[in-house]
C-alpha cells in the first residue's frame, strides 16, 4: 500500500484521462452516426406498394382539370344538358363543362350532398334537411328531416322519386317529389335479409341504375348493395381487400356513379383510386389511381383522419366522368382512352 | 463566527461585501421580472395530436426503457368498424385476432365484439410500447381516434424531453401540469 | 499497518460486489444488442415469416408457425422489461455493497502518517503558478481547437448574409431587382399612356388639334378600349371568346406594326369565361409607361408586352365573377401598374386593389375591398398634396395612396352598377352617382367623409355611362342621349346645357380650349369650352364608337368597331 | 420538382383552411341497441403541483440543515447523513429534475423565450444556491446536490490530482455553462441536461452514449473525488463565484493553526491552500508584478479574439437547433436529393418542410441571427474566463494559515476532524499528544 497520500504521477492520470476520453468520443460518434444517416424505420405503415396500380389497368385519361370556387366540397352531381353542379361549404355551383362559373346557390348552411332531376330542379342536402331550388335558383321548399340526427350525405332523383342517404340512421329516405316520405330502404331487417348499412364516417350514397334499382355503397361491410324502390334487397358484391380488385381499408367505397351503358363507377378513399365495375360487381377496369391523387393521398396522414378527405365522381350524357378531388378542391374531367 | 470584530474591514472584505451586493440585486431583479411573468404552473410535456407525423421515434427515444407515451382512442371519434386498419395488417389473413392479421407489434390493442357488425378496440397500455403503426392505420383509412399522448403516470417529465428533441413534426410542447393532455375530441 | 481481521474480509467482499456488478452489467448489454434480433418489430426472422405468408395466403402452417414465434418474441421483450428494471435495482445494490466495503477496507488500511513540514514551500507555489498558467494555456487551446474542429466538421449551406437568405427565400428586397428607372412625369405627362390621358382626367395641353382624318386602319378583333399612345406607337387591344390579342400600330402613317396573341397563360383554364356580347373581351383600356404595354381580358389574362411585340410577363387574375363582363381599366403610376379588381354580386367576394410591379409583374401590394363588381376606372394624381387612387364603386368612394395602397379615405355615397369613372378639378373630385346625383368631393379629409367631406352636389342631367371632364373653373357633362351641361367647379351652379341629341357612350376630352364630344354614330362635335355655348364645328366618321378619343400631337386618335382612326391638322408634319 | 414544391404549399393553404372550417360537428358513433357505453379515455395526472412546493421546501431545509452542519455544528457526520438523504430525495425520489444545475437553463430561456413563464419553484432551485453560497460558500455542494453525494459516497481512495492540473481545468466548467446558456437562450435546448452523467442512474435507464458517460464518471468517481464537480458541472462555476463573496469562510482550525499539514492530507479534492511563504526575494515580486501588468493588458486582447473565434462558430452552434438543421437538410435536399426510407423522421420532416419551406427558411434566418450574437458572446466570455484564470494564477494572496480555497472548497467538513485542535475540542485527544510544529 502507498504509505502516504502521493499524487497519481502523470503517466497514470493521462492514462485514466485518455481511456474515458476514448469511450466518450466512440459512444457519441455511434449515437451521432445512426441519427444522420435515417436507418430504415421500423414501425413504418407500409402499403406503398398497393398506390401504384397496374398501368394496364387504367381505361381512361385526364382531358383537363380545373379549380372550384369554394374550398371543403363534399359531392358532385350532372344536371340537364350536362351541367355540372358541385356542393361546397355553404354554397351549389353550376359549372359547365368546361369549369364555366354559372350560377351559384348561398344556402343556409355548410351542404353535404346535391342531385338535379332532369328538369333542372335542384336538390341540396344540408345536415339535417334537403333544400329545394328551381331551375333559376329560387328556393322552392325545405324538406326537414324525420329524425334531429340525421346526417345526409347522398341524394339521387328519379322521376317521381327523391331518395336521400343517411349517414347516421343507417337509411336511404325515398321521397315523392312534393317532399313526403313514402318509404325507408336499407333498415337492418332479418325478415327480408337486408343487411344492415355499416356507415363509420359520413360518405353513404344512392344512385339510380337504369336498370330500374338502387345501387347503396355500404363502406363498413365493403359492398354495395341493389335495392328495389321499395326496399327490397336484390343483390350485392364487393369483398375487402387492398388489392385493385377490392375495396381498401376499413370503409369504402364512399361514392357511387353510373357509366350510361349501366357499369358502376366506385370512389375509395384512403388509397384514393376511381375503378369501374359492370352492373352485376365484376371488376373491370381503373379510371385513376392513387398516382393521380398525390395531394389526396397523403392528405389522410396529414389531416389526422380521412372524414375531411376523399373524392366523388359523376358521369355525363356521353360517359366522360368528372372526378371532384375534396382536398385540393378540383375538378379532373377523364375521358375513355382509344 | 471567525470575522473578529475588531479587525478593520480589509479592503478584500470590502470588496466581497460590494460583489455580495451586487449579484443580490441582479438576482432580485431577473427574479422579480421572471416571477412577474410565472404563472405559478409548472408545466408537462405533451404531445399535439395534430402535428403528430407517427413516425415512431416515441418508442425509442424515450430515456425511459418502455415509453412514456402511449396511444390512446378517442372512442367518441371511433366508427367500430368490423376491419379496423389501426387493428389489422394491411392485408389481413382474415378478420382474427391471430398474430399474423395483427398490425400490433407487441399485440398490445385488445378487440372485442359488442353487437353485429362493431368491435370494440381498446389499449393496454402496459403492453403498449408508443411506436404508433396503428395511429397511422387508424389515421390514412379511418376516422383518426387513434393518437398518441405522453403518460403522465409513466412521464418522468425531463427538463428537456429527449424525445421532443428528435421530433419531426415538432409535435411537443410543454403545457400547464392541471391540464397535461391535448386529447383528440372531434375528428380533427 | 496491522492488518485487522475485518479488513480481509471485507477486500473479499469488495472484489466479489465488483465481479457481481461487471457481470450484471454484462448481461444487461448483452440483452440490450441481443434485442435487435429478439424485438418482435424488428425480428428479421418474423419479417419473413409474414412476406411468405402475404406471398401465399392459403399455406396452412405458417400463420401457426408466426404465432408461435411472436409469442415467444414478445415474452421475451416482456422478460427484457422486468430484467431491466429489476437488474437496474440490483446494479444500485450491488454498488452500494462495492463502494461500502471498499471503502472501509481503504479506511482501515489508510496510514496517516504525519506529514513533514514543506521546506520549498515558496518556490514551489511558484513552480505551481507557473505550470497552472501553462496548463490554463494549454486547456485554452484544446478548447479552441475543439471548436475549430466542430465548425470545420459541420460547413453550413445556409447564407451567411441578409440578400442571401433573401435570394434563398425567393422574396428579393424591392431596391435589391434591377429596376430600370420610371419615366419622368413629365413624358407622362406629353403621351396618353392610359384611359383618358395621362391622370385620367380627359385633358390635353395641346392647341394644335387639326380634325382632318389623316389614316384608318382596320383592327382584326372587336373591343371597347379606348387607344393609348405613346411617341409613335399607339396601343389597342381586342378579343373574343376564342382568342385575345393587343395590337400597335404608327402613329403617323396608322400602319399595324406588330400583332400579339394573349394565350396559355400560366393558371388560365383552357376554355374561357363566358361574357356578354356587348361588353366584348377587351373592354379595359391598355395601358403603357414607355417601355411595356400592358392590357388585361375579361377573362382575366393581364399581361405585358415590350414595344417590339414579345411577351415581358402574363399573370391570370380569373376566375371573376362580373356578370356583365370585366371593363376597369388599367392605371399607370411611376413603376406601379394599379388594378382596380372589383367582383361579385355581394362585398367579400375578392373584390381588391392591385398595385403590381410594372418591370415584373410582382405584386407589390394588394388591398381587399368592400365592394361587389364596378366597371369605373380609377383616377391617379396629385390633390391636396398626396398623390391619391380614387375608386368608385358601390357603395363606397375610397382613396388610396400609391406607395403603400394606405386607404386615405372613404364616402359612402354611390349604388347600383357604377360606370362612369371620377374626374380631378384642382383640389376636389368629380363623380356620379350613375344618373342620379353629381358629386364634388374634398380630397383632404380621412377615414369616413360621407357627411362632411361633399363640397357640392348637382342633379340635373347626371350621366350613367360617360365620365365627366373638366377645364379647371368648369365642369363638362354629356348624358347618353347628349344632352352637354357646363357647370362651375367651384359651387357647382349649372352655366349653360344643350341637347346635342346624338347618342353619346363616349367620355367628352378637352384639347386646349376646344370640347370634343364623340358620338355612337361617329358624329364628333367640337365646342368651346367656355361660360357660353358654342359649337366650332362636327365632322362625320363611318363607324360605331364606343372608346373614348385620345388626344396627342395635336391628332385625335379613334376607336371604332371596324377601324381606328386618326384625326389632324391637315398634312402638318409631325413635330418630334 | 417546383412543382411538387406549388402543388404541396397549395396543399398546406388548404389544410388551412379544411382546419378553420372542420368546426362542424363530429360525425357521431354508431348507435349500439344492446345499450354499450362509450368509454373515455383515462387521463392520469401529473405530480401533482402542491408536491413539487414540498420540493422547494425540503430543499430550502436542507440548505439551512447544509449551513447549520458546517459553520454551527462542524460535524461532517451530520453532512454525510444530510447527503445520503438528499441522494435519496433529489436523486431517487425525484428523479433529479428539476434540479440547480439544469435550473439556469430555464431562466435564460424564460428570459429570452416570452411563451414560456419560469415556474416559481425553478427559480428557487436556481437561486436559493447561489444566495446561500453568498453567505456561507459552497453548502448546497456540501449535503444538497444528489450528483455530489452520490460522487461522494463512492469515492473509496482518493487520489491526489496535481494542482496545477486542478487549476488549469477548473476553467472548464464556466465553458460549459456558457455553451449550456447560449443554446438556452436561443431555444435549441438544454444542453446542460442533455449531458448530465449521474441522472439516468437516478431514473435508473437513460440513453446508451449517455449511460456510457455516467459509468466513465462512476469510475474516476471512486479515485478522483467529486470529477464532475471539479472540472464539469456548470452550476459548480457560478457557486465558485459565489462563494468567493462569502460572508462566513470554513475554518478547518477552532483557533490557532499549528501548520500540521494534517487537513491538506485530509482534503480529498486538493481545495487547501497553505500559507503565502515569507521568505521572498525582491525580484521575484518584481518579475511576478510585470507579468501581473501584462496579463491584465491580455485580457482585453483575449476577449476580442473569443468574440472573433466564437462568431466563426456560429454557424455549425447553430445547426443544433432542430428548426435550422431542418432547413439546412431542407436546403440541401433541394441541391441534391438523397432518398431516406419509408416514414422515416428525416423523410416525414423534410415533407413538412416542403409543405411550408418559407417559414422553416424565415426562423432559421431569424435563428443564425441570434446565434451570431449568442456565439460571440460565448466566445468573449471563453476569452474573459482564461484571461481571468491567468490574472488569478498571478496574484499571491495573502494568508497566515491554511485555510480552504473559498471558491473551490465544497464545505465537506472532512477537514475538520483532521485537524488536532478540533479534535481537543471535541476531547478526542487530549492536549499533551498535539504534534508540535518544528
Same mark, same amino acid.
Given at each position: ?30 449515437? &451521432? ?132 342517404? !343517411? ?43 337504369? !336498370? ?19 326496399? !327490397? ?75 375531411? =378527405? ?29 | ?30 427574479? =422579480? ?90 389499449? !393496454? ?31 418522468? *417529465? ?31 | ?56 395466403? @392459403? ?55 504525519? $506529514?513533514?513540514? @514543506? ?51 425567393? @422574396?428579393?428586397?424591392?431596391?435589391? &431587382? ?126 405585358? %408586352? ?29 413603376? *406601379? ?87 380631378? &378639378? ?122 373614348? $378619343? ?25 413635330? $418630334? | ?61 436542507? %440548505? =439551512? ?7 454551527? @455544528? ?196 486538493? &481545495? ?20 501581473? =501588468? ?41 441541391? *441534391? ?39 460571440? %458572446? ?61
Amino acid at each position: 500500500m502507498k504509505p502516504e497520500l502521493e499524487p497519481l504521477n502523470r503517466r497514470e492520470f493521462f492514462g485514466v484521462v485518455a481511456k474515458s476520453a476514448a469511450i466518450l468520443g466512440l459512444t457519441s460518434a455511434a449515437e &451521432a452516426k445512426g441519427a444522420a444517416q435515417g436507418t430504415a424505420n421500423p414501425f413504418a405503415y407500409d402499403i406503398s406498394r398497393f398506390q401504384k396500380t397496374d398501368p394496364k389497368l387504367i381505361t381512361y385519361e385526364q382531358v383537363t382539370r380545373w379549380p372550384i370556387p369554394h374550398k371543403d366540397a363534399k359531392r358532385l352531381a350532372i344536371g340537364p344538358d350536362d351541367r355540372l353542379y358541385v356542393c361546397a361549404d355553404k354554397y351549389i355551383n353550376s359549372l359547365s363543362r368546361t369549369g364555366q362559373l354559372g350560377m351559384e346557390l348561398t344556402l343556409s348552411g355548410p351542404a353535404s350532398c346535391v342531385a338535379v332531376a332532369a328538369d333542372g330542379t335542384i336538390f341540396a342536402g344540408l345536415r339535417d334537411h334537403i333544400e329545394v331550388f328551381d331551375a333559376k335558383g329560387v328556393r322552392t321548399a325545405r324538406w326537414e328531416s324525420p329524425d334531429p340526427k340525421t346526417w345526409f350525405t347522398g341524394l339521387a332523383v328519379g322521376a317521381q322519386d327523391v331518395f336521400a342517404a !343517411d349517414s347516421v340512421k343507417l337509411v336511404v329516405l325515398r321521397h315523392d317529389r312534393t317532399g313526403k316520405i313514402v318509404g325507408r330502404i336499407g333498415r337492418k331487417d332479418d325478415a327480408r335479409n337486408v343487411p344492415g348499412f355499416v356507415v363509420p364516417s359520413p360518405f353513404l350514397d344512392v344512385i339510380i341504375h337504369r !336498370d330500374g334499382l338502387l345501387r347503396v355503397n355500404n363502406p363498413g361491410r365493403h359492398q354495395v348493395e341493389a335495392y328495389t324502390f321499395d326496399g !327490397d334487397f336484390e343483390a350485392a358484391w364487393g369483398k375487402p381487400t387492398i388489392a385493385t380488385e377490392g375495396f381498401c381499408g376499413c370503409c369504402n367505397p364512399i361514392a357511387l356513379t353510373m357509366l350510361p351503358d349501366g357499369r358502376i363507377i366506385t370512389c375509395e378513399k384512403g388509397i384514393p383510386r376511381v375503378k369501374v365495375y359492370d352492373a352485376s360487381g365484376e371488376f373491370e377496369s381503373v379510371v385513376a389511381g392513387a398516382e393521380s391523387f398525390p395531394e389526396n393521398a397523403h392528405a389522410c396522414t396529414d389531416l389526422n383522419d380521412c372524414i375531411h =378527405g376523399g373524392i366523388d365522381a359523376a358521369v355525363d350524357s356521353e360517359g366522360r366522368i368528372y372526378i371532384l378531388d375534396i382536398v385540393t378542391s378540383e375538378v379532373r374531367v377523364m375521358k375513355r382512352k382509344g | 463566527m471567525d470575522a473578529k470584530p475588531h479587525e478593520p474591514l480589509s479592503r478584500r472584505q470590502f470588496l466581497r461585501n460590494g460583489a455580495r451586493l451586487m449579484t443580490m440585486t441582479g438576482l432580485g431583479a431577473a427574479a =422579480g421580472v421572471l416571477s412577474t411573468r410565472s404563472t405559478g404552473a409548472a408545466w408537462v410535456w405533451q404531445i399535439d395530436p395534430a402535428k403528430c407525423l407517427h413516425c415512431g421515434n416515441c418508442a425509442t427515444k424515450c430515456v425511459l426503457e418502455q415509453s412514456a407515451v402511449k396511444c390512446v382512442h378517442t372512442y367518441a371519434v371511433c366508427g367500430y368498424c368490423q376491419l379496423c386498419t389501426g387493428f389489422f395488417a394491411p392485408e389481413p389473413n382474415e378478420l382474427t385476432t391471430a398474430a399474423e392479421n395483427q398490425l400490433c407489434p407487441t399485440a398490445a390493442i385488445k378487440r372485442t365484439y359488442v353487437e353485429d357488425p362493431y368491435y370494440q378496440y381498446s389499449i !393496454d397500455e402496459q403492453l403498449c410500447i408508443g411506436c404508433a403503426k396503428c395511429v397511422e392505420g387508424c389515421n390514412r383509412f379511418g376516422n383518426g381516434s387513434l393518437f398518441l399522448q405522453i403518460r403522465h403516470d409513466r412521464c418522468l *417529465n425531463c427538463n428537456e424531453c429527449a424525445i421532443s428533441r428528435t421530433c419531426p413534426g415538432d409535435a411537443f410542447r410543454r403545457v400547464p401540469v392541471e391540464h397535461p393532455y391535448l386529447l383528440k375530441t372531434t375528428s380533427r | 499497518m496491522t492488518a485487522s481481521p475485518y479488513h480481509r474480509s471485507l477486500v473479499l467482499t469488495a472484489w466479489v460486489a465488483g465481479a457481481f456488478c461487471l457481470l450484471l452489467c454484462g448481461v444487461m448489454i448483452f440483452e440490450h444488442f441481443a434485442a435487435a434480433t429478439n424485438d418482435p418489430w424488428k425480428s428479421p426472422q418474423l419479417l419473413t415469416l409474414k412476406e411468405e405468408l402475404a406471398a401465399e395466403p @392459403k399455406n396452412g402452417d405458417l400463420p401457426m408457425e408466426i404465432r408461435l414465434l411472436d409469442q415467444k418474441f414478445r415474452e421475451k421483450f416482456r422478460r427484457r422489461l422486468a430484467l431491466d428494471k429489476t437488474g437496474g435495482w440490483l446494479l444500485l445494490g450491488g454498488m452500494v455493497v462495492l463502494v461500502l466495503a471498499a471503502g472501509k477496507a481503504a479506511a482501515l488500511t489508510k496510514a496517516t502518517p504525519f $506529514p513533514g513540514p @514543506k521546506t520549498d514551500a515558496a518556490e514551489q507555489a511558484t513552480k505551481l503558478a507557473l505550470r497552472a498558467r501553462a496548463g490554463l494555456v494549454v486547456v485554452a487551446v484544446l478548447v479552441a481547437g475543439a471548436l475549430a474542429i466542430v465548425t470545420l466538421d459541420n460547413t453550413s449551406v445556409l447564407p451567411t448574409n441578409d440578400a442571401g437568405w433573401q435570394k434563398l427565400t425567393g @422574396k428579393e428586397s424591392v431596391e435589391a &431587382a434591377p429596376v430600370e428607372a420610371p419615366p419622368a412625369l413629365a413624358e407622362f405627362q406629353t403621351n396618353w399612356p392610359r384611359f383618358r390621358g395621362w391622370d385620367g382626367s380627359g385633358v390635353s395641353t395641346q392647341t394644335n388639334t387639326g380634325t382632318n382624318l389623316l389614316w384608318q386602319s382596320p383592327i382584326p378583333l372587336p373591343g371597347h378600349g379606348s387607344p393609348v399612345v405613346w411617341g409613335d406607337h399607339v396601343f389597342i387591344s381586342g378579343g373574343t371568346e376564342a382568342k385575345r390579342e393587343v395590337y400597335c400600330y404608327h402613329a403617323t402613317d396608322g400602319k399595324l406594326l406588330w400583332q400579339r396573341a394573349v394565350e396559355n397563360v400560366p393558371g388560365s383554364p383552357p376554355k374561357t369565361q363566358g361574357v356578354p356580347e356587348d361588353t366584348t373581351y377587351a373592354a379595359p383600356t391598355v395601358a403603357t409607361d414607355g417601355r411595356r404595354a400592358y392590357a388585361f381580358f375579361a377573362n382575366g389574362d393581364l399581361a405585358a %408586352l415590350n414595344f417590339d411585340g414579345s411577351i415581358a410577363w402574363t399573370k391570370y387574375l380569373g376566375p371573376l365573377k362580373n356578370s356583365y363582363g370585366f371593363a376597369t381599366s388599367l392605371a399607370i403610376w411611376g413603376t *406601379n401598374l394599379l388594378f382596380q379588381l372589383d367582383q361579385g354580386e355581394s362585398a367579400g367576394e375578392g373584390s381588391k386593389l392591385i398595385s403590381f410591379q410594372a418591370a415584373t409583374g410582382r405584386v407589390v401590394w394588394e388591398r381587399s375591398r368592400p365592394v361587389p363588381a364596378s366597371w369605373a376606372t380609377p383616377v391617379v394624381g396629385m390633390a391636396s398634396g398626396k398623390t391619391q387612387i380614387i375608386t368608385l364603386a358601390n357603395p363606397w368612394v375610397i382613396a388610396y395612396t400609391v406607395g403603400d395602397g394606405q386607404e386615405l379615405w372613404r364616402a359612402q355615397l354611390l349604388e347600383g352598377e357604377v360606370v362612369p369613372s371620377p374626374v380631378l &378639378a384642382g383640389d376636389l373630385v368629380v363623380l356620379f352617382n350613375p344618373s342620379s346625383k353629381m358629386f364634388a368631393l374634398r380630397t383632404d379629409g380621412a377615414g369616413d367623409v360621407t357627411q362632411t367631406g361633399v363640397a357640392w352636389t348637382h342633379d340635373e342631367n347626371v350621366p350613367d355611362i360617360t365620365s365627366p371632364v373638366s377645364s379647371g373653373p368648369l365642369v363638362f357633362t354629356v348624358t347618353s342621349i347628349g344632352t352637354v351641361t357646363c357647370c362651375q367647379t367651384s359651387d357647382g351652379k349649372k352655366v349653360w346645357d344643350k341637347n346635342l341629341d346624338t347618342e353619346t357612350q363616349a367620355s367628352p376630352g378637352i384639347a386646349g380650349d376646344r370640347l370634343f364630344i364623340l358620338g355612337t354614330g361617329g358624329t364628333l362635335v367640337q365646342l368651346a369650352a367656355g361660360r357660353e355655348f358654342r359649337e366650332i364645328g362636327r365632322c362625320q366618321i363611318p363607324d360605331k364608337f364606343f372608346a373614348s $378619343p385620345a388626344f396627342v400631337g395635336g391628332q385625335i386618335f379613334l376607336r371604332g368597331m371596324t377601324n381606328l382612326y386618326c384625326l389632324g391638322p391637315a398634312a402638318v408634319p409631325k413635330q $418630334p | 420538382m417546383t412543382r411538387r414544391l406549388k402543388v404541396l404549399g397549395l396543399l398546406a393553404v388548404l389544410m388551412l383552411q379544411a382546419l378553420l372550417v372542420s368546426a362542424e360537428q363530429r360525425f357521431p358513433p354508431p348507435e349500439f341497441e344492446n345499450g354499450y357505453a362509450i368509454p373515455t379515455a383515462s387521463t392520469p395526472a401529473a405530480r401533482q403541483l402542491w408536491l413539487q412546493y414540498v420540493d422547494a421546501g425540503v430543499f430550502l431545509a436542507a %440548505l =439551512g440543515i447544509a449551513v447549520w452542519m458546517i459553520y454551527r @455544528k462542524r460535524s461532517r457526520r451530520g453532512l454525510f447523513w444530510l447527503s445520503l438523504f438528499s441522494l435519496a430525495y433529489f436523486g431517487f425520489y425525484r428523479k433529479g429534475c428539476i434540479c440547480p444545475i439544469g435550473s439556469p437553463q430555464n431562466v435564460v430561456y424564460g428570459l429570452f423565450n416570452p411563451d414560456y413563464s419560469v415556474p416559481v419553484t425553478v427559480l428557487l432551485f436556481c437561486f436559493a444556491p447561489i444566495v446561500v453560497a453568498l453567505f456561507a460558500g459552497r453548502a448546497f455542494c456540501a449535503g444538497v446536490c444528489p450528483q455530489g453525494a452520490l460522487q461522494d459516497f463512492l469515492l473509496i481512495k482518493p487520489v491526489k490530482v496535481p494542482p496545477w492540473l486542478e487549476q488549469s481545468l477548473s476553467v472548464v466548467p464556466f465553458i460549459f455553462l456558457g455553451a449550456g446558456l447560449i443554446y438556452a437562450g436561443t431555444g435549441t435546448g438544454f444542453v446542460i441536461c442533455r449531458y448530465d452523467p449521474f441522472v439516468p442512474f437516478f431514473r435508473l435507464s437513460g440513453g446508451a452514449f449517455i449511460v456510457a458517460i455516467g459509468a466513465v464518471f462512476l469510475l474516476t468517481g471512486m479515485f478522483v473525488g467529486r470529477a464532475y464537480c471539479r472540472f464539469l458541472c456548470p452550476y459548480g462555476g457560478l457557486l465558485r463565484l459565489a462563494s468567493l463573496a462569502s460572508k462566513w469562510r470554513v475554518r478547518v482550525t477552532p483557533d490557532t493553526c499549528t501548520q500540521c499539514r494534517l487537513c491538506e492530507q485530509s482534503c480529498p479534492f486538493g &481545495a487547501m491552500r497553505e500559507p503565502t511563504p515569507a521568505n521572498l526575494d525582491q525580484n521575484t515580486l518584481g518579475v511576478e508584478r510585470r507579468r501581473l =501588468g501584462w496579463l491584465i493588458a491580455l485580457l482585453p486582447v483575449l476577449v476580442a479574439a473569443g468574440g472573433w473565434g466564437g462568431s466563426k462558430f456560429s454557424a455549425a452552434a447553430a445547426q443544433l437547433h432542430p428548426t435550422v438543421a431542418l432547413a439546412e437538410r431542407y436546403v440541401r435536399q433541394q441541391k *441534391n436529393p438523397v432518398e431516406y426510407g419509408l416514414m422515416t423522421p428525416e423523410a416525414l420532416s423534410l415533407q413538412r418542410a416542403e409543405e411550408s419551406p418559407e417559414a422553416i427558411l424565415a426562423a432559421a434566418a431569424a435563428l443564425r441571427h441570434r446565434f451570431d450574437l449568442a456565439c460571440a %458572446l460565448f466566445g468573449g466570455w471563453i476569452g474573459l474566463v482564461i484571461g481571468v484564470k491567468l490574472i488569478a494564477l498571478s496574484v499571491r494572496t495573502r494568508r497566515t494559515d491554511f485555510e480552504p480555497d473559498q471558491g473551490a472548497c465544497f464545505a465537506c467538513a472532512r477537514c475538520f476532524t483532521a485537524c488536532p485542535n478540533e479534535r481537543v475540542r471535541l476531547g478526542w485527544m487530549p492536549a499533551a499528544e498535539q504534534p508540535t510544529t518544528p
